[in-house]
Structures are given as structure tokens and as C-alpha cells.
């Protein structure tokens, strides 16, 4: 390249950070090999870390999946210099000997702006260090639909935006083992998407990790998204003496009437609570016969009405045997009653309508993974179901149309496993992307125990650190440069890193996530005082009973 060619491209693309290398092979499909200067210390480079090699025309942005050392001399390995001699250190270092990357082209940057990489650049062409000029060219700016989930790494001052449009458009996945950090990375991405408006969430909160404050590993106390946003979210529970113990704000008490629960809402605690088929097709029959009061009705028939049921239908004795000793488990907890004073499901789509986002915290119940299937699998059956409703009223009258609404699920797998994926409701919705503007946010720490359909329909997939195989290979599935990305993910810290592919991102990269830390409440815009949240309780009590009085609980 001339001299005059390369002043040209630095005018236009910015002074260029120091050479690392130059390109020596590679192909479209498996990446480009750089050998490194003499100058370049190796001991600086790591996988996942971005770099941008200047073609002739255009640049390509490019991460580092492998690094390694090369020679010209087999015979080196077997017979090392003596390198504590200056004079042969610097014969050999470099010349003889030499450091290696491989790298992954991303995409290519020129006069016409990002675009896809469909060629590779010729040989020995520069390869250097991506400066924030370049992350900035890549991400952009953060405005009103992109959100800042943190930095590439080495690179702090630069930000990595996700668009939320594109972000709530499809079922997003966060993914890393325990320990990882998966609950603050879930609470930024929804932060992101409350202060952006980009859509209203339902967050089933199994732990109590969302809501109102909680407690992290080290004793520390952090904010849940009422106190960032409190005329934006609200809290409902299922155990209310849970929440007043936590001195947590809530807005509205849920409880399930046993008249309500359906067969189909105990198809997806098939596994959990171990209902066969034959379980299953026994509950079909008593609804078909009793009506609503199916379970209450059989949790307190006598022997005598056992019998004759078993007479005159055709139910496996054994069979409902087991499933009577199932629901009997039902008994524990206090949520399900035998007639409820308000409709939860309503409640919840009046605030949502009105705006606002729902975490509903599961207290001690949180704790029975039963109650959790079973509340979430119930609200959300109902909750889908009017929404298809309203979209289809909507396509003769646009003010029917509902808000785009994010259900946040934790513990995914459970839900989403392949033998009951295709018979859940959230099997279902991550299947129909955005047809009922109904999205997924799904949180687990065993993607490989997801529904591989499923797993192809979840457009972002966040993921911090995971170690096992089979793990790695759900959440690389369908993605491009798998291979490569497949070394960068098994080497991610244990805390505060991720990589983020998919949908809401131009390319895959690695951040180091954002501190969810009194910086990050203050870029949210938090007020806390007692009057906003006043306000907030208000604004609830409106949307749910319509008049102004109601101050919400205490």
C-alpha cells in the first residue's frame, strides 16, 4: 500500500493504534492467522479482545480466538536458545521464534458504513489494536432505543450498546453458571428496558432478586427496579407477611382459586412433581366430569366416591391414587385458595396496560419449584391468551392493540425441557417470536437442557462463564464462527464478564458488564423519595380500581 493510500485511510478513519502484526494465511471460514512483531508482547494479547486489520479499502473488525507461538526451525523446540544472552534473544525473538494469533473477522468498516464480512483482506496487511473510534463506529451511540450494558474489555471508556427495539423483538437468554452473576445481568438488561420504554416486563421473581432491595454475596445491600423506577414498576407477591418482613412495597396480593387450575396448567410440572400420562389424562376426565371444582372436590371425596368413580369410568386406579398424594402438596401453600376476592390475571394486564412493569416476588414459596411452575405457567397461559385476543381484535382497531410485553422466567430448563417444551405455554411463545408481542427473557444456568427449537427462537443470548461442554455448544448453536467463539466463552472471568451475540448486536463481543452500583442508579434517573413512590402507589391504584383515594399498602 503507498504511503498516499495510507495517509488517505487515516484521514478518513482516524489516527491508527500501534501494529500488533500482519496478516499471514486464513480463509473466509476459519478466520485469518497473524504473526505477531517482535515488538508486540504476547503476554498482553487475549482471546475475545478486538482487533482491526486495514485492508486496502476498508477495514475489518476482527476478535481474537486463539494465540499461540510459532518458529521457522522445528528444531528450536528441541534445542532452546540460550535466551539469557541479550545477543541471542534478539537474533531469535521474533525472527526465529515468533507469537501467533488467530483471529475471526467480524465486519467490515468502510465509506459505506458496517457491513457483513464477505471477503478477506490479501496477505501481510496491518493488524492493530481496535481503538473506541472503532467500538464507536461498530455500537454507536446510546440514545433512546440503544442502552449501554458495558464495555469491551481493555477498553473502558468506551461503551457497548445493545438495541432494545431489536433486543424485546425476539426471546432473549441469559446464561452462565452459578455464581456468574446471571441475576445483575438480568436486572441491567430489564433496567435497560424499562428506562427506554421499550417494552413492559412480567418478572417472575423466584428469589426475590428483582423487586425491592436485595442482598448480595458479601453483605451488601442493592436496589430492585422499584426503587430505580417506581412510577414505572410495581410489586405484586404471593406472600404478603414475606414482603412486609422485607419492608418491600408492594402494590397487589395474588391468589389462585383451585376452581381456576385446568389440566393444562399441571402439564407443565410433568417432570417437577412427577405426573405420568396417565395422571394427566385422569385430571382431563375429572374436569370433564366435576367442572371447576375438580381438585377441591377430589382432595375431599370420600372412599365411597373414589370407588364409584373408578366404576364408571375408565381412570387407572393407581393412577389417580398418585395423583390425589400430587396435589395433596397443593395444600401447602397459602396463595391457593378456594375463592379469590380480586382477578390476578386482570390486575396484572391493568397495570401492564397503564404502562408498568410487574415483578412478582414468590417469598418462602420461591423456594418450592412446584409453586413457581405452577404460578407462572397459570398467569402466563391466561395472561398469552388475552393477548392474542387484542391482536387479533386489534387488526380492525389499533387501539386494541396491547403493549409489547418481556415475561422474565428463571430456572428456564424446567419449563423449557424438550419432553414438555412443545406442551408449555412458554414453549409456545418462544416458538411465535413476536406474533402476540409476547417475549421470553429466560434465565438458567443449563442451556443444554432447553428445547433445541426453543433455543434456535431466542434471538440475544447473553452468557457469562460456562464450563461445561454441552452447555457451551447450546448457546454457540447456530452462530456463526462458532468454533472460535466456543474458546473465548469457556475463558470469561467467573464475575462481571459476558459475551453477547445475537439479534441486538452487530457482531458477538465480550464485556466487561456494567456495576450495578450507585453510578448506575443515578444514569437511571432513580428517585427515591418517599413522594415519588407515593405517587407510584397512586398511579397503581388506578389502573387497577379506577379511583383516586386508594394510597396503595404500606
Do not use: C
Not at 414459596?365 to 387479533?392: C, D, H, M, P, S
Amino acid at each position: 500500500m503507498t504511503k498516499k493510500r495510507v495517509n488517505e485511510l487515516d484521514e478518513f478513519f482516524g489516527v491508527r493504534a500501534p501494529r500488533l502484526g500482519v496478516v499471514t494465511g486464513g480463509s473466509l471460514s476459519r478466520g485469518l492467522d497473524v504473526k505477531l512483531d517482535p515488538e508486540t508482547d504476547i503476554e498482553r494479547l487475549a482471546v475475545g479482545r478486538y482487533v482491526v486489520v486495514h485492508g486496502r479499502d476498508r477495514r475489518y473488525f476482527s476478535m481474537i480466538t486463539d494465540i499461540g507461538l510459532g518458529n521457522t526451525n522445528p528444531q528450536i523446540a528441541s534445542t532452546p536458545p540460550d535466551m539469557s544472552n541479550p545477543f541471542l534473544a534478539d537474533v531469535y525473538t521474533g525472527s526465529t521464534a515468533f507469537g501467533m494469533m488467530h483471529i475471526a473477522p467480524m465486519l467490515t468498516i468502510g465509506e459505506g458504513g458496517v457491513g457483513p464480512v464477505r471477503t478477506i483482506p490479501p496477505h501481510f496487511q496491518d493488524v492493530l489494536e481496535a481503538t473506541e473510534q472503532d467500538i464507536n463506529d461498530v455500537f454507536g451511540d446510546e440514545d433512546e432505543t440503544h442502552f449501554n450494558i458495558g464495555a469491551p474489555l481493555e477498553l473502558e471508556n468506551t461503551q457497548i450498546n445493545v438495541d432494545l427495539k431489536r433486543l424485546t423483538e425476539r426471546s432473549v437468554g441469559v446464561f452462565g453458571k452459578s455464581g456468574t452473576g446471571k441475576s445483575f445481568l438480568t436486572r441491567i438488561l430489564l433496567a435497560g428496558v424499562i428506562a427506554r420504554r421499550a417494552a413492559v416486563t412480567l418478572i417472575f421473581d423466584m428469589h426475590n432478586d428483582y423487586g425491592w432491595e436485595v442482598f448480595t454475596e458479601d453483605g451488601s445491600k442493592v436496589k430492585g427496579l422499584r426503587q430505580l423506577f417506581p412510577s414505572r414498576v410495581a410489586i405484586f407477591t404471593l406472600d404478603e407477611e414475606s414482603s412486609r418482613r422485607r419492608n418491600a412495597t408492594y402494590d397487589f396480593v395474588v391468589q389462585l382459586a383451585y376452581n381456576d387450575i385446568e389440566p393444562e396448567d399441571l402439564a407443565a410440572l410433568r417432570q417437577t412433581m412427577d405426573l405420568s400420562d396417565t395422571m394427566l389424562d385422569a385430571a382431563y376426565t375429572l374436569r370433564r366430569i366435576w367442572g371447576r371444582g375438580w381438585i377441591q372436590q377430589l382432595l375431599t371425596a370420600e372412599p365411597e366416591v373414589i370407588e364409584d368413580l373408578l366404576d364408571t369410568t375408565t381412570i387407572n386406579g393407581p393412577s389417580l391414587t398418585a395423583l390425589i398424594r400430587r396435589l395433596e402438596r397443593f395444600k401447602r401453600f397459602g396463595f391457593l385458595v378456594p375463592q379469590t376476592k380480586d382477578d390476578s390475571v386482570q390486575a396484572i394486564l391493568n397495570y401492564l396496560d397503564n404502562g408498568m412493569s410487574i415483578v412478582l416476588e414468590f417469598g418462602r414459596y420461591g423456594n418450592a419449584l412446584e409453586a413457581y411452575i405452577l404460578v407462572a405457567n397459570y398467569l402466563t397461559r391466561r395472561i398469552r391468551q388475552r393477548y392474542v385476543e387484542r391482536v387479533e381484535a386489534s387488526y380492525g382497531d389499533e387501539r386494541q392493540l396491547p403493549p409489547q410485553l418481556m415475561i422474565t422466567i428463571e430456572e428456564a430448563h424446567k419449563f423449557l425441557d424438550p419432553q414438555i417444551a412443545r406442551q408449555t405455554i412458554f414453549g409456545t411463545i418462544a416458538r411465535e417470536l413476536r406474533k402476540y408481542r409476547v417475549t421470553l427473557l429466560v434465565v438458567d444456568q443449563r442451556p443444554s437442557a432447553i428445547d433445541e427449537e426453543v433455543m434456535s427462537q431466542i434471538g440475544t443470548r447473553v452468557t457469562a462463564l460456562l464450563d461445561n461442554e454441552r452447555d457451551i455448544n447450546a448457546v454457540l448453536m447456530g452462530i456463526s464462527g462458532a468454533q472460535g467463539l466456543r474458546e473465548v466463552l469457556s475463558r470469561l472471568d467467573t464475575r462481571q464478564q459476558a459475551i453477547v451475540l445475537g439479534h441486538a448486536v452487530p457482531m458477538p463481543v465480550v464485556i466487561r458488564t456494567r456495576s450495578y452500583d450507585e453510578a448506575f442508579y443515578a444514569a437511571m434517573g432513580a428517585a427515591l423519595e418517599g413522594k415519588k413512590l407515593r405517587r407510584a402507589a397512586r398511579k397503581g391504584s388506578r389502573a387497577l380500581y379506577g379511583e383516586d383515594e386508594f394510597e396503595g399498602f404500606d
